[in-house]
């Protein structure tokens, strides 16, 4: 497989045999697995968008899944504040 395939493989596919402990769908409480597919993508485009191996993929991918429970963990606080 030539290096962009490689990449362009990479960057569309999740990875695999990841202990994510994200649900594929749970609503409003913990970000979907979509979201932090798109979110690393976000981080992989800021970085410079270059070739990357799946050990970079799979940083970009654990910082998007830290960065957005932060976030959701944030606004649930704020909500149960304001109840």
């Keep these: 497989m030539n290096a962009q395939n490689l990449a362009t493989n990479t960057q569309n596919t999740r990875p695999r045999g990841v202990g994510s402990d994200v649900p594929e769908e749970m609503g409003e409480s913990v970000p979907t697995l979509d ?3 798109r979110w ?3 981080i992989h485009n800021e970085r410079g968008g270059h070739v990357c191996d799946l ?3 799979l940083d970009e991918w654990l910082q998007a899944e830290r960065e957005l429970k932060e976030k959701y963990s ?3 606080d704020k909500e149960v504040k304001n109840k």
């Design 35 to 37: 979201e932090i597919h």
């Design 74 to 76: 944030t606004s649930n």
């Design 40 to 42: 690393a993508r976000e």
């Design 55 to 57: 050990d970079n993929y």
